[in-house]
């Protein structure tokens, strides 16, 4: 007896099982996750949300606007239960919902099964190499993206609106991105101003939103924190997310080929074009080429938006009202579920080069465990700052000098520490002011920094990898 199941549901699991599967296959940086991981669980055994840094000895007992603190509980948790399988499988999940989601989405601006899943997969695929990370971007992707699917689907569902202050009070305590959630309500208002029902209710689920994101642990300064991040020009200059898209990345080739695609798709079925959608297209397409990091948020509202101008333009997207179900479409989800299955099992283990987990990159393992035997209890370490977050989790009994918090330290800590990496005149000064005991050297961020030590007295190497090096200091050597 051959087994089908609708088409809606087939092409659902095809939709989701094809990123999650690609998802594990990929590695996850560490450097956006390792010291999340230590936060969050810090937060939950102190029950109190991180208010003073205490993983450098820059900003030792500084402030720190931990605005991310709920997604770190929740990292932080999903360790203590799993360890990495258990991160792994929650970054899956949050990767196949956010899918899910805009495939609904779709679905609701009346695309059929296959057409809503060939848009949603295209969405993914454009932001795979940002979506595929776990941090508290992609808990907060997953989050907005139901909020797409409930403004696309509230012809249908009206009341469900009444759902997002709820979302955005838990964007809000993810991730500075909730502002996003503000824009698309804005943009579903434009888009009904002439319907009056709706319009009364979302203006009043705008404003349960808009309260929502001051209900945080440091109140409506969450605002603020957002505007000095994204115009921090340290962080401008030195993260590449927060460049414009390149055709020199993967990131860029994908987004400048996707509005390519749009463009045309507009053109060909300019007759299912709104105003609006122009207005939405516009207003995403705008924020990606500002910032590699907002392509996300291109690729979970471009697909619906397109799936409304197919369905309006053309009758062969349009939803297939008796729900007959195919057995290729059958085999195809099977596959795609065996496949996602397989590929979470072949990312556990351990990565033999580094000894760090497999599914983790920028986790130079082998050397934190030489730092943790070489170097004294409580020293100060000067770590090169791909490496600095997973050194604070692997050896937390070490103070660094910079992590990934780019917008923690203040300019002249970075001045010093790309001074440092450079081996430029005045680096053996500055470690000897903050009494650095050891270093750990990442091979192309501190590659001055090694040359320099080759004629410097007072360091002694104690490993040396492709990846980088140990050293410690000789206090012999330095009179110490």
Not at 288 to 300: D, G, H, L, Q
Not at 310 to 334: F, K, Y
Not at 381 to 395: M, P
């Amino acid at each position: 007896m051959t087994v089908r199941v609708p088409a809606s549901v087939a092409w659902a699991l095809i939709a989701v099982a094809i990123p999650v599967a690609l998802t594990w296959m990929a590695p996850t940086q560490a450097l956006d996750l390792a010291y999340q991981i230590r936060a969050g669980e810090g937060a939950l055994d102190h029950a109190a949300v991180p208010r003073t840094d205490t993983f450098t000895y820059t900003m030792d007992g500084q402030p720190w606007f931990d605005q991310q603190w709920g997604a770190q509980v929740l990292l932080g948790s999903a360790f203590r239960v799993g360890g990495w399988a258990g991160l792994d499988l929650l970054r899956g999940a949050l990767v196949g919902l956010t899918v899910w989601f805009v495939y609904a989405a779709c679905r609701s601006r009346g695309a059929a099964p296959m057409g809503a899943a060939l848009l949603a997969l295209a969405g993914w695929a454009v932001a795979a190499p940002v979506m595929t990370q776990l941090r508290p971007q992609l808990v907060a992707t997953t989050a907005v993206a139901a909020v797409v699917w409930v403004l696309a689907s509230r012809a249908g569902s009206p009341g469900r609106v009444w759902c997002i202050p709820l979302l955005t009070l838990v964007v809000v305590n993810l991730h500075g991105s909730f502002p996003i959630v503000l824009v698309l309500l804005g943009l579903a208002l434009l888009e009904d101003r002439h319907d009056r029902a709706s319009r009364r209710r979302l203006v009043g689920v705008g404003a349960l939103s808009l309260l929502a994101t001051a209900l945080t642990p440091f109140g409506p300064s969450v605002w603020a924190y957002v505007v000095e991040l994204a115009t921090d020009p340290v962080v401008a200059e030195h993260i590449g997310e927060w460049a414009p898209p390149s055709l020199g990345s993967a990131s860029g080739v994908l987004f400048v080929a996707s509005v390519v695609v749009v463009a045309g798709a507009l053109l060909v079925f300019r007759r299912g074009v709104r105003p609006i959608d122009l207005v939405e297209l516009a207003v995403f397409a705008g924020a990606s080429a500002v910032a590699v990091r907002a392509v996300v948020w291109w690729a979970i509202v471009a697909p619906v938006v397109i799936a409304g101008v197919l369905v309006r333009g053309t009758e062969h997207l349009r939803d297939d009202a008796d729900g007959r179900s195919t057995t290729p479409a059958t085999i195809l989800a099977a596959v795609c579920c065996v496949v996602a299955i397989i590929a979470f099992v072949g990312a556990r283990g351990v990565d033999e080069r580094t000894g760090a987990p497999r599914m983790l990159s920028f986790a130079p393992e082998d050397l934190v465990a030489v730092l943790r035997d070489a170097a004294p209890a409580g020293s100060n370490v000067f770590a090169s700052q791909l490496h600095a977050s997973w050194a604070e989790l692997s050896a937390p009994g070490f103070r660094y000098m910079v992590d990934s918090r780019v917008e923690l330290f203040p300019a002249e800590v970075w001045d010093d520490y790309f001074r440092v990496s450079a081996g430029a005149d005045g680096w053996e000064a500055i470690l000897d002011r903050a009494d650095v005991g050891a270093l750990l050297l990442e091979a192309d961020q501190a590659s001055g920094l090694r040359e320099a030590l080759q004629d410097a007295e007072g360091w002694r190497r104690v490993t040396e990898t492709d990846a980088g090096a140990v050293y410690v200091r000789d206090r012999a050597l330095r009179g110490g």
